[in-house]
C-alpha cells in the first residue's frame, strides 16, 4: 500500500539506523506550520504590602490567560531523504543545503476570561476583592444576592479611604484596570513571538549539512500518511500536533514547540503609599515586550525608566531568593541596548561588541555581505542571565576579608572589560565624533587599556591620584591600540572621510599615547568611572550580606530587599550620566550588574556559568527591511 501511494520516493525498506537517498530525492525551499500555544505568566511583584495572594510576596502564575496560533517558517534550500523502517513506518529527514533563516509570526489570539481576570485579581491585591470591584462594572439593578454581597464587602474594606470616590469614579477605576490587563496581554502577544523567534533562531543555527533540521517518523495509517504528504510539501502542521499519535520526533534540530508556554510579567516595585494609590496608577502603567520575551510593566517617563527597572529587578532577584518564591528559578535578568549605526559602523564595531559574548563568526560573515544599498543597521543586544545567579550576592563574605578580595579582583576585572567596549561603541555611535581627534584618541585608548591587574595589591582599578598608575594604564593601552586604531582607519575611509583617517592611522600610536599623557584628564576621568562602579559594587555586597542577616521579620523584607539596589544604582546611573562630553550613559547600568554577577558566580565555582546573548540586526534599504537574528552559544547549549 506505501509504495502505491508514493512510488517515486520510498526506497526499500531498510532499518531506520540505515538511511538512503530516494530514488527520485525531493527538494524543498522552506518548511512551515502552525501550533496552538495556551499562554500563561509568570507574575513577578515585589510590593511593601502585608496582605495578599503572592506567594512569597515575590511571584504568583495566571495559567492559560490566552490562546494563541503560532506560525513558524524556516526558509532554505532543503534535501528531503525518506526511508521506511521495518514497522512499516515512514522517516523523513530535511537537511538544509544553506543557512536557514527562520521567522515566527503570531495569528489568532483567543483570551481565556476567567483567568485573565486572574491577572487583574492579583495586580489589584488580593482576590478576595475580586467580586467586590467586578461587581462595579455592572448596574446596581442586575446585581444578584451574592455580587451584591460581594461589593458590600468591598464598600467596607475600602473604608474611609474609598468614601471620598463617587461610584462612578470607582467604575472609571475598575474599567482603567481592565483596560491595563488589555495592554499586557498584547505585550505577551509580541513578547510570545520574540521568544519563539529566539529559540527559533537558536534551534535553526544548530542545523548543517550534515545534521537535520527535521527528523520525523510518520505511522502507516490514514492520519500518518496525511501528515507525510503535507510535509512533503514543506507543511509539518499535522506533524507538530499529532504529538507522539502518528508522528514521532527524533534528533532534529527543529521539535513541535510546548502546548503551553509561561512569559515573564515584571510588575514595579511599590511602596506601601503607592500601593494604596494603585488604582489611579493603572492609567500610568504601560506594558512592553524585551527581545527575549519578557513583559515589562513600568510608570514614569522614558528617562528614569532604565534605571528603575534595573534596581527593581534586582531587587526581585534578591527578595526571591530570601523568600523562596515558587518558580523563582525561572525568573531572568536582561539587558537590551538598541543602536542606529551606519553599514560602516556595524562592520567596525559590531564584530568587537559581538566577541564579548561568544557570537561565532556568522555575525561577521554576515556583516560583510551587507545588501547593497543598506541605508542603515538597527543592531539590538539582548543579555540574559537566570535569576538564581544572582543570589550570589548574599552568600559572600565580609567585605574586608582575603577571600572577598580575591572574588571581587575578578568582577573588577570584568566589569573593566565591559566598560572599554561598551563605552567606545555608544560614544562612536555617531561617526561625527571622530571628527574631533583630541576627544576621541583618550576613548580609544581607554578601550585598549588591559584592565587592572591586583598582583596581590589591595586595590581594583587603576589609582588615577598617582602617576605611576597612569604611566602603567598608558603602557597597558599600547599593545591593542594598534588593531583599533586600524578598524577606525578602515571605518572612516570606507565613509568617504580619507582626510579625517590620517588622524588615526596605526603608525600615529606613539604620538597619540604621548597626546593623551600631555592632556590626561579625559583619560583620568575614564579610569575614574572604573573606581566609581566597583566601589557601588562593593557597597552592593556588604548591603547583601547585612540584609541576609537581619531579616527577619517577612513584612520589611520588600523594602529592604528594593533599598541596597537602588542605591547601587543610582550611585552608578549618577557617575554613567557625567561620564565623559555628558552623552549620558546610564543605560550601561544593567550591564554592570550582570557582568558583576556572572563574574561573582564565576569566581566562586571556578567556572562560568551561561550568558544567554541575542543579536538582531536590521537592515533598510529604499526598497524593504530585513531582519536577521544571532545567538551566541550560551543559547546553543
Partial sequence: MLDAQFPPLMCEPAPITHMAHSPDPRNLHRIVWTSRIRVGLDLYWLREVLRGTLCGDVGAPVPECFQVDVRFTA????????????????????????????KVEALD????????????????????????????????????ETTAAARLRFDQTIGEEGKPYAAERLRQLAQAGLAFRARVLRAAVRALENKFAVEFSAALSRASEDTPLVDCRFSPDDRGL????????????LAMSAGGGCAQWHEGQVQPPPQERFLELHMPFLEKREFRLRFQLYSTLEAEATDDGVIRVHAGGAAERVERYTAYQGALILASELRAA??????????????????????????????????????????????????AVEAALSLTIPGDLASIWLQLPAVRTARFTDLFADVAAAVQRSLRTWLAYAYFQDIERYEDPESAWPVLLYEACRPYSRKKRPDFTYDVMNP???????????????????????????????????????????????????????????????????????????????????????????????????????????RLRRLYDRKGYASLG????????????????????????????????????????????????
Fill in 75 to 102: 526558509a532554505a534550500p532543503l534535501q528531503v531523504t525518506v526511508c521506511r523502517d521495518g514497522e512499516g513506518y515512514l522517516r523523513l529527514r530535511c537537511f538544509p543545503m544553506s543557512a536557514p533563516a527562520g
Fill in 109 to 144: 489570539q483567543t483570551a481565556q476570561p476567567a483567568e485573565a481576570s486572574l491577572l487583574t485579581d492579583l495586580t489589584f491585591g488580593t482576590t478576595e476583592l475580586a467580586g467586590g470591584w467586578r461587581s462595579l462594572l455592572a448596574p446596581p439593578e442586575t446585581l444578584d
Fill in 226 to 237: 496525511a501528515a507525510f504528504r503535507d510535509a512533503l510539501d514543506g507543511d509539518f502542521t
Fill in 326 to 375: 515558587p518558580r523563582a528559578s525561572e525568573f531572568t535578568f536582561g539587558f537590551t541596548d538598541r543602536r542606529l549605526l551606519s553599514p560602516a559602523q556595524a562592520r567596525s564595531a559590531l564584530p568587537r561588541v559581538a566577541a564579548l559574548y561568544q557570537f561565532d563568526e556568522s555575525v561577521d560573515h554576515w556583516l560583510v555581505g551587507l545588501p547593497r544599498g543598506a541605508e
Fill in 468 to 574: 605611576a598608575s597612569l604611566d602603567m594604564a598608558l603602557k597597558r593601552s599600547s599593545g591593542a591600540l594598534p588593531a583599533i586604531l586600524r578598524s577606525v582607519f578602515q571605518l572612516l575611509v570606507a565613509s568617504g572621510r580619507g582626510d579625517l583617517a590620517e588622524h588615526y592611522h596605526p603608525r600615529l600610536t606613539r604620538e597619540i599615547i604621548h597626546s593623551v599623557r600631555r592632556g590626561h584628564r579625559p583619560f583620568i576621568g575614564l579610569l575614574a568611572a572604573d573606581s566609581y562602579v566597583v566601589d557601588a559594587l562593593v557597597k552592593l555586597a556588604s548591603r547583601a550580606r547585612e540584609l541576609k542577616l537581619s531579616l527577619d521579620e517577612r513584612a520589611a523584607g520588600a523594602k529592604l530587599a528594593h533599598r541596597p539596589l537602588v542605591e547601587c544604582m543610582e550611585s552608578i546611573h549618577s
Fill in 590 to 637: 544593567p550591564l554592570m550588574l550582570i557582568e558583576a554577577t556572572r563574574a561573582l558566580r564565576a569566581a566562586t565555582e571556578g567556572k562560568a556559568r551561561p550568558l544567554k546573548a541575542v543579536l538582531k540586526v536590521r537592515t533598510r534599504t529604499a526598497a524593504s527591511a530585513t531582519e536577521h537574528i544571532f545567538v551566541n552559544d550560551g543559547w546553543r547549549r
